[in-house]
């Protein structure tokens, strides 16, 4: 059972790895906390890690500290590695050696892992240190040896990852098990109720909490070309290690559109429920946009996105620029095209059918359901 247990967290941000894999692992943890779990989260001190973040949320947090390591600083092409290996800061077993120690004092009763550098490998060496295992995968891309397996995607099915995972391992797999906060859900029929009269005043861009690829800025740039109504407005969100923030501050002074930027804003739901369309990245916000119906300009800033990305635009929900470079030239029609109301109509009537936002109770009903 959850209630009571202790749990624990594997996982990383960085600049390079994002902040999307700590943000939904927060969201499981306080509804774990909420039903009297102790949680505890393990990470590695990469630049842009978010232990502070963590901390200021009232969770007890374990340092890991970057390894010097001969790991490439580009993608592993090793069968015997996973190919986000270079992630990790260090080797997957430096990494559970470095667990160990952490988890040994702790004795969870579940431990929990989101990271694309790991796999049974760092999974096998642990199980003597938590009788049951959560993995939160997005790639179905390599092996597991877990009681659990959650890939909150579309596009997979359990089938892809039946050779990846034990046979007594249940598999969630599906935006219906997408890990929202509750205020998604809660404010779900606000949002789909002012959509039936659809039209473009409000614009929400959103391109994750590093952006390193600078997408909001260039967005800006190409939304300068774009015929808004004039009495549009622009709501820009960021996050405080945002390399490129500087920059989009100074560019949104100079949008003939009012133009606010947001830092580590506490409020996204409403923000997005306010929005009549958002431009944003791909990735795990993808099913917020969903429960909320909101019709979305979707980017593809990574490798990893392209599939899922793919998957929502044949679903009818989104506009789609699959390489950031894209954006100067696809912006322009993109907008036009959701300056059709029918065309607004038809992607939050597609999007909503996606996504309900109680996929956390979902998974801590599965959680409950495995005795160890």
């Not at 995968?137 to 659990?148: E, T």
């Not at 690829?213 to 622009?234: D, E, F, H, M, V």
């Not at 789609?320 to 939050?348: C, F, G, R, W, Y």
């Amino acid at each position: 059972m959850v209630i009571n247990a202790t749990v624990a967290f594997r996982v990383d941000a960085s600049l390079q790895i994002g902040s999307g894999h700590v943000m939904r692992c927060l969201t499981l943890a306080d509804a774990l906390r909420f039903e009297g779990a102790e949680c505890h989260f393990i990470c590695r001190e990469h630049p842009g890690h978010l232990l502070d973040l963590i901390y200021s949320k009232g969770f007890n947090i374990h340092r890991l500290n970057k390894i010097d390591s001969t790991a490439s600083s580009g993608p592993v092409t090793q069968s015997d590695e996973p190919t986000h290996a270079h992630w990790l800061g260090g080797t997957q077993l430096e990494d559970a050696e470095a667990c160990k120690n952490i988890l040994e004092d702790l004795k969870p009763d579940w431990l929990v892992v989101d990271h694309y550098a790991l796999d049974r490998q760092w999974e096998t060496s642990l199980q003597a240190f938590a009788p049951r295992l959560l993995v939160i995968d997005d790639l179905a891309d390599r092996k597991h040896v877990c009681d659990l397996l959650l890939d909150q995607n579309l596009g997979h099915t359990e089938q892809d990852y039946t050779t990846l995972v034990p046979k007594s391992c249940r598999s969630m797999v599906g935006p219906q098990y997408a890990l929202l906060r509750p205020e998604f859900a809660r404010l779900r029929k606000q949002s789909l109720e002012r959509r039936g009269s659809p039209k473009l005043q409000h614009i929400l861009v959103t391109m994750g909490g590093v952006d390193q690829a600078n997408a909001t800025g260039l967005t800006l740039q190409a939304l300068k070309t774009c015929p808004l109504p004039a009495s549009c407005r622009i709501s820009v969100v960021m996050g405080l290690n945002a390399p490129n923030l500087t920059e989009v501050v100074g560019a949104a002074t100079n949008m003939p559109w009012p133009t606010e930027v947001l830092v580590n804003i506490t409020d996204m739901g409403e923000r997005m429920a306010s929005a009549d369309i958002v431009i944003g990245a791909a990735g795990s916000t993808s099913w917020e946009r969903c429960c909320l119906g909101v019709p979305t300009i979707m980017v593809v800033l990574a490798e990893n996105q392209k599939s899922g990305a793919e998957a929502l635009l044949s679903s009818g929900c989104v506009e789609l620029i699959e390489e950031v470079q894209d954006i100067p030239m696809q912006m322009p029609a993109s907008i036009h095209a959701l300056s059709n109301e029918n065309t607004l109509l038809k992607l939050s009537k597609n999007a909503r059918r996606i996504c309900d936002g109680l996929g956390v109770q979902k998974v801590l009903k599965q959680m409950s359901n495995i005795n160890g």
